[in-house]
């Protein structure tokens, strides 16, 4: 048996200045699924992008969408494509196991936890306080490096990762400390700035956009402390979930956010494209 993408729509120009489009999923010219590609809107042509891999019930577990996979990656490296995204939900323990088979790296993933009505309080002689104007100059200039940093260490070139994240740090923080619907704030203990926390809004939740400890002032708990800050300032807020994202490799943090009660949501996997 054959299996074969056939275009199920004309390649379409998004507004972004992406290109995307729809297959079937054949088998000898049956259809059996559907695959929506795109190219990634952070690091244009360059990357692309599975955004929805389908198929039908009675075809599963058949190396169908294996199968349909691969063939992605061919039309994705006609369109110039040197690396390929894709994003598995957390309960599709098949199509993770799958991804990982064919190559694919977890590079970070989205976790989430459930808040209550009740703010939890922070230890004492610990308080939150809003960051001053002559501190977020120098936390910018760290958030973007660090972030760029994140990135090259998963397989994006130099050049691309700082770009990204000049450009995420001014579409998220236009406005500075002023941004609407964005937090910033230092963690103070016993009157010293032991750590910074960045929340704000995503999808009806509160999320954690960056969350650190000073490095002269870690393993002390401070961690756990900003991230107890975060679920208030959520309560506060008024959401009953708060998200996060966390990179992979970085296993103090992910054990962190476990011990407190966040569940993965969902897995972002990447692949170089030879």
């Known amino acids: 048996m054959t299996t074969t993408l056939r275009p199920s729509e004309p390649l379409q120009h998004e507004a972004d200045g992406t290109r995307s489009r729809r297959y079937q999923v054949c088998v000898n010219s049956r259809p059996v699924g559907a695959v929506h590609l795109g190219m990634s809107p952070d690091f244009g042509d360059s990357v692309g ?3 929805d891999l389908r198929i039908e019930e009675p075809d599963r577990r058949r190396g169908r969408g294996t199968v349909a996979a691969l063939a992605a990656e061919e039309v994705l490296r006609g369109w110039g494509c040197t690396r390929i995204e894709t994003s598995v939900p957390a309960a599709a323990e098949a199509a993770l196991k799958a991804a990982t088979a064919l190559g694919y790296l977890v590079r970070n993933r989205h976790m989430e936890k ?5 703010p939890p309080g922070l230890p004492a002689e610990s308080r939150g306080r809003p960051m001053t104007p002559a501190e977020f100059g120098p936390w910018r200039e760290e958030l ?6 994140s990135w090259i260490e998963r397989g994006v070139p130099e050049a691309e990762a700082k770009a990204k994240a000049r450009r995420d740090t001014a579409g998220f923080l236009p406005d500075g400390l002023a941004t609407p619907g964005m937090i910033l704030s230092v963690l103070d203990h016993e009157g010293t700035a032991v ?3 960045w ?3 995503r999808e009806d939740r509160a999320f954690v956009y960056k969350v650190e400890a000073d490095a002269r002032h870690r393993g002390r708990g401070h ?3 900003l991230m107890l800050l975060a679920e208030a300032q959520g309560v506060a807020a008024g959401r009953s979930a708060i998200m996060l994202n966390v990179f992979a490799g970085n296993t103090p ?3 962190l956010y476990e011990s407190l009660g ?3 949501t969902a897995y972002h996997l990447y692949k170089n494209l030879l």
């Open 199 to 201: 929340t704000g809004t």
């Open 262 to 264: 966040y569940e993965t």
């Open 114 to 118: 459930p808040l209550g009505d009740t």
């Open 144 to 149: 973007q490096e660090s972030y760029a940093q």
């Open 223 to 225: 961690g756990r402390t």
């Open 49 to 51: 992008r599975i955004l």
């Open 253 to 255: 943090a992910e054990r």
């Open 195 to 197: 750590g910074t926390l």
